[in-house]
Each structure stands twice: as structure tokens, then as C-alpha cells.
């Protein structure tokens, strides 16, 4: 019996141990993938990192950072129509940003694809600011889905940045009225007028308190 009850144990510790070598061996190769895409997706993320974060200081900063040379035609309209929404706010509430940091970080690496020269991403954006009417250090965190395409001289663009929560605009319909060829143009003057519009009631309900509110949102 005691033979017995020491085969047994002796089977079950190598169950424990097979088990805890093959989660081990699991794990390892989820990290092998991770760093290997994070090295054969480089280029294109760190041109999508700098990207943004040159759309953000222009768009919170008031900076002249050139986009076109990152964006695409199409794409650059939706992230102009962000600063020119952004400039508006700021500029009827009397209120901006300082002590303003943006730092962008790499996430869900496991999902990231690569299809021939098209390399799909996503990427966190973190900001960390104070406003001119508060002294309380303020931040936002949002994660943005990039396509990036690259032609055969090896020239890269973004031809997708979608923000599928709280944006300044419907980009789902955005992006689903390009792929239709559709007048985005008419459509985001159209929104930016309902934005001045909108803006402007919620200023005068909300008094001096709004930009407080907006911040919860932003």
C-alpha cells in the first residue's frame, strides 16, 4: 500500500511539473511572438508613434508640426477636423492646456497583422496636462487602431487612425463613407457647424463649470 501511495504521488508530481513546464513553455512562446512582431513592425510603428504625437501637440499645444507627410489625403481631413473642433473649444471657453506630456505606447502587440505592405496596430495614447482654470493635474488614455500602408520605394503612410470611443466625430461613418467615395468633406463642414452650435448651448447652460465637465470626457 505504501508502494502504492508512492507511485501515485510520484505520477501526480509529474503531472504538476509537466503542467508547469508546458505553461512555461506557452508563455515563452507568446513572448517570442510579441517581441517578433514589435522588431518586423518597427518602422511603421514608431512613424505612427511620432505621428500622433505631433497631431496631439498641435492639436492640444496649438503647434505647426507638417502632418501630410504622415497621414494620407483622406485621413488628414478627419485629424484637421480634430484640431479645428479642439481650437474652437478652447478658444470660446477661455481655456487651454499646460505642464502638457503625451507619451504613446504599443498594445494588444498579439493582434498586430501584417498583410504584404499593409500593417495593421494599435497604439495607447496617454496625455497628462493641467488646464488654465485649474491647477489639478488632468489625463486621458485611449487606444487608436492604425493601418499603415507602405509603397515599393518603402515610403510609409497612415491610411487609418480610428478612435472608436468618445471622438469629436462619428469616424465609423467616416471611414465607412470613404470606402463608399462618398463627400466627407460636406459632411465633416456639416458637423463642425452642429459643433459650434452644440458647443455654444452648453457653454451658456453650464456657465463656468463646462470645461470642468468637458475634462471628465475629453
Known amino acids: 500500500m505504501k508502494i502504492k501511495r ?22 515563452k512562446d507568446v513572448q517570442d511572438e510579441i517581441h517578433d512582431k514589435e522588431k518586423a513592425l518597427s518602422k511603421e510603428v514608431d512613424f505612427a508613434s511620432d505621428a500622433i504625437a505631433k497631431f496631439y501637440n498641435n492639436r492640444d499645444l496649438g503647434e505647426k508640426n507638417n502632418l501630410e507627410s504622415y497621414f494620407s489625403k483622406d485621413v488628414l481631413k478627419l485629424m484637421n477636423y480634430k484640431i479645428k473642433y479642439n481650437n474652437l473649444k478652447s478658444k470660446e471657453l477661455d481655456n487651454y492646456y499646460y505642464r502638457y506630456e503625451v507619451t504613446v505606447k504599443p498594445v494588444e502587440v498579439e493582434k498586430w497583422k501584417q498583410d504584404g505592405n499593409i500593417f495593421n496596430f494599435k497604439l495607447q495614447v496617454i496625455t497628462k496636462f493641467t ?41 465609423a461613418k467616416f471611414y465607412d463613407m470613404l470606402s463608399k467615395n462618398e ?16 458647443l455654444e448651448k452648453s457653454k451658456d447652460y453650464f456657465g ?11
Open 208 to 218: 463656468l463649470d463646462f470645461y470642468r465637465i468637458i475634462a471628465v470626457f475629453d
Open 6 to 27: 508512492i507511485i501515485i504521488f510520484s505520477f501526480f508530481s509529474i503531472l504538476v511539473l509537466w503542467s508547469f513546464s508546458t505553461n512555461k513553455s506557452i508563455a
Open 131 to 171: 488646464y488654465s482654470k485649474s491647477d489639478e493635474i488632468s489625463g486621458n488614455s485611449l487606444v487608436l487602431e492604425f493601418t499603415v500602408f507602405k509603397d515599393k520605394e518603402g515610403n510609409l503612410k497612415i491610411t487609418r487612425c480610428y478612435q472608436s470611443i468618445h471622438s469629436e466625430v462619428n469616424e
Open 183 to 198: 463627400d466627407v468633406d460636406k459632411w465633416l463642414n456639416e458637423n463642425f457647424e452642429e459643433a459650434k452650435k452644440d
